[in-house]
């Protein structure tokens, strides 16, 4: 009867710490996902002081494009983006406050499927001081993203640069997994 017993609680706790630790494993995972991505943790670009400066017979030639801007033509291509003609914008002002050239194009994506569901005539994307009535709006998407990235480097400045803790900030209840979304977006760009 004892046997019975042992065979009978091993074979009932045994799924059930199996999938506790699945659950918990998987849980650890996210969790790593999400504070793996900081504000400065982009691909940096990389300086060759040794570049050839005449081409030579062959005529080879240097490519000076910035894979990180071709990288978000593509996605804001792929969605229909107009913020497609602001890639460039978008790594140059990336560079200039040192963030994640990844944020903004995440939180667009987040936000408002890059500015597809923005509000009219605001030029922003991101959600920027939006809640309840208020609606902040901006001139043009240039000034947007000036502000938007200043905005982002000031958090950093005091502090603030992992995506756990601007989501904490910029979107405190992760309401529609705010910050799993912003994360899975920026591992694919």
């Known amino acids: 009867m004892r046997k019975l ?5 091993f074979f009932t706790i045994t799924p059930a710490f199996v ?5 918990f494993l998987s849980y650890t995972d996210l969790q790593q996902a999400q504070r793996s991505f900081s504000l400065t943790n982009g691909p940096k670009q990389v300086a060759y002081a040794a570049l050839p400066t005449d081409q030579g ?8 494009t910035d894979r990180r801007v071709e990288s978000l033509q593509t996605f ?40 597809q569901k923005a509000p009219v005539g605001t030029y922003n994307c991101w959600g920027f001081g939006i809640y ?18 200043r905005y982002f480097a000031k958090k950093k400045s ?29 591992s694919k760009l």
């Open 76 to 115: 804001f291509a792929k969605y229909n983006s107009p913020l497609l003609d602001y890639a460039s914008l978008i790594v140059e002002k990336s560079d200039q406050y040192d963030i994640d050239y990844r944020l903004l194009p995440a939180i667009a994506m987040q936000e408002s499927l890059l500015c």
């Open 158 to 186: 005091n502090g603030v640069d992992t995506l756990e803790e601007i989501g904490n900030i910029y979107n405190p209840t992760n309401y529609n997994d705010w910050k799993g979304k912003v994360s899975l977006v920026m």
């Open 5 to 9: 017993l042992l065979l009978l609680a």
């Open 57 to 64: 017979v062959l005529g080879a030639s240097v490519d000076g």
């Open 132 to 149: 309840g009535k208020k609606v902040t709006s901006f001139a043009s998407y240039p000034e947007a993203i000036d502000t938007i990235t």
């Open 19 to 23: 999938l506790l630790l699945a659950v």
